[in-house]
């Protein structure tokens, strides 16, 4: 290759990079044979499709949801309850986990109680939660706020922990105060490791959609597929799991994309 | 001395380690010449870390004194700035954001008349050229070598022209031929800005080096074993290395680290694996 400064990076270094290209392969032949797997079994005659249906069977089911159906609508709903059940989480816990990463007094209040609940299966919340807050829209965003609100608290205040002493003392050195120290050290200092939770816990926000849903829905990706499995319509749970699969994935992207726009010198090298 | 700038008396910490009481420092007394270069060596855990840690007021004593200019301290001050040995560059700031990182804060915004202004837009880019950072001035420090990283860790340290500057092994892990450089830099600075310097260092050479005077801790429990005043003009050449004074200091610091530092090798041991002849 002839302007190319680099010679071409080894696949197998330790901790290695990928080209950009070489990455998109590798990525889309993972994804690629695991439908090639599926389809290769199910369409083998030996597995009832009520089992396994195949990819054409799975569309089909999708296509008809869409069209009969109110597929566009059970998404709409579906991601109106993991955005709102997430940004409930994360603008309480966002706060208070600098606070608690940042401040002895807080964490000892906070963390011995974010342990033993976060520990508490949210399901298991789901009779409370209709006690409490009743069986409208309030409850399902509050079983999702259930399952992420402990965990994100708990890793927020473990990034703010780590960023290193000496970025904080030099900062105390040159006259900062403990304000300073916060909003202009540990804040920007903590934000790549932060997002990567927000990331991460968005995910799970997803996972708990199909539980949230068990309360009394009569909407969205998650109740669709419990309704599939009642008239044991596998067709259409598979497009449903798969369609929230799909959903997180592009959370997840987005979520790296505004990463690497956001701190552009974690990626200069 | 008359009228030390810095005054250390009777300074003593203790740390209470997993039931332990862990003396760090016993009665360290020591007086610093406003301008004077004085370095800290001494075997791993004698204290020296602690001592700067304490001056810098980053850790209470826990008991004696440290005065600035004849007043106790009381924590972190914006007359004392403290340069680390890794991790203390901001990385989502460049090089220049780096240094000119205390305009930002309250006690430098207070007074910002247009001329002070100006004056810190100078001192940013004169500190900038002056380390040699004009060609990186706008990149990020993890595109920096471990060089470069330290002279900007310089630069900020110095942005605020503080009266003393302390330094936690700053060019620890640097290579041979960057330390050099950057001990003529700091030396060169120093004069320039008639800087305090208190400098920890596991490099004798070094600490003789660039130093007025080297002073010698020993470890269980912390202590000053020795004051070593170094027989060298102010400004220093790498030839003077090579002077009979310069190797003969080397030698007694050398020597009265081993003597201190408590680890004596087992000739028993050594002489049943075969590696010394018996004495
Ligand atoms: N935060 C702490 N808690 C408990 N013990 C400590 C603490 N900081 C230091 N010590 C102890 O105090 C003693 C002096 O430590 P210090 O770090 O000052 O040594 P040092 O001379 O800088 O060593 P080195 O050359 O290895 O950096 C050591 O025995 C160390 O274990
Ligand atoms: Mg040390």
Avoid at chain 1, 56 to 69: E, F, T
Avoid at chain 1, 99 to 117: C, M, N, Q, R, S
Wanted: glycine fraction near 8%; hydrophobic fraction near 50%.
């Amino acid at each position: 290759m002839t302007g190319n400064v680099n010679p071409r990076r080894p696949l197998w270094a330790i901790r290695g990079s990928l080209e950009r290209r070489a990455h998109w392969l590798i990525a889309m032949s993972g994804l690629l044979s695991a439908l090639l797997a599926w389809w290769w079994v199910s369409a083998g005659g030996a597995i009832d499709p009520v089992f396994l249906p195949t990819p054409p069977l799975v569309l089909d089911s999708a296509w008809a949801w869409l069209r009969d159906g109110d597929l566009l609508g059970d998404v709409a709903i579906s991601v109106y309850r993991v955005v709102a059940g997430f940004l409930l989480s994360a603008v309480l816990a966002l706060p208070l986990g600098v606070l608690v990463g940042t401040y002895a007094p807080v964490k000892a209040l906070f963390e011995p109680l974010t342990d033993f609940i976060r520990y508490m299966p949210a399901a298991a919340f789901i009779p409370l939660v209709m006690l409490w807050v009743g069986i409208d829209e309030g409850a399902k965003i509050a079983i999702i706020f259930i399952g992420t609100f402990f965990q994100m608290l708990l890793m927020i205040a473990e990034d703010v922990r780590r960023v290193p002493m000496e970025q904080i003392e030099a900062a105390q050195t040159m006259g900062a105060d403990r304000d300073e120290i916060v909003m202009r050290v540990i804040m920007p200092s903590a934000k790549p490791a932060i997002l990567d939770t927000l990331r991460v816990t968005m995910g799970w926000a997803w996972t708990y959609l199909v539980v949230a849903e068990l309360v009394a829905a009569n909407s969205g990706l998650g109740f669709a597929v419990l309704k599939a499995q009642r008239f044991l319509q596998t067709d259409k749970i598979f497009a449903g799991i798969i369609l929230i699969g799909l959903f997180g994935l592009a959370t997840d992207q987005c979520f790296r994309w505004a990463h690497r726009r956001s701190f552009p010198w974690l990626y200069r090298r | 001395m008359t009228n030390p700038i810095i005054q250390i008396r009777q300074l003593q910490k203790r740390f209470a380690a997993n039931g332990a009481d862990i003396v760090a420092l016993q009665d360290a007394d020591l007086d610093l010449a406003s301008g004077e270069f004085v370095t800290l060596v001494g075997a791993s855990g004698c204290g020296k870390s602690t001592l700067l840690r304490i001056v810098g007021g980053l850790e209470p004593a826990s008991g004696g004194s440290v005065n600035v200019d004849g007043l106790p301290i009381a924590g972190p001050g914006i007359d004392r700035a403290m340069v680390f040995q890794h991790y203390s560059l901001y990385p989502w700031l460049s090089v220049t954001e780096n240094i000119k990182f205390c305009r930002q804060l309250k006690v430098h915004r207070d007074v910002s008349t247009l001329s002070d202004v100006e004056s810190a837009e100078g001192r940013a880019d004169a500190l900038i050229r002056l380390m040699g950072l004009s060609h990186v001035a706008d990149a990020y420090p993890n595109q920096l070598s471990g060089g470069m990283q330290q002279r900007v860790a310089i630069a900020r340290a110095l942005m605020a022209r503080p009266r003393i500057l302390l330094m936690d092994e700053p060019f620890g892990a640097l290579d041979a031929q960057t330390r050099e450089v950057m001990h003529d830099l700091i030396l060169h600075v120093s004069i320039l800005e008639k800087t305090t310097v208190l400098f920890v260092t596991h490099d004798v050479e070094e600490a003789i080096y660039l130093a007025h005077r080297v002073v010698l801790m020993a470890p269980r429990p912390g202590r000053i074993a020795a004051v070593h005043t170094v027989p060298l003009p102010d400004h220093r050449d790498q030839d003077m290395k090579q002077t009979p004074d310069f190797i003969a200091l080397k030698k007694q610091i050398l020597a009265g680290i081993r003597d201190t530092s408590g680890m004596q090798t087992d000739y028993e041991l050594l002489e049943r694996l075969g590696q010394v002849p018996a004495p």
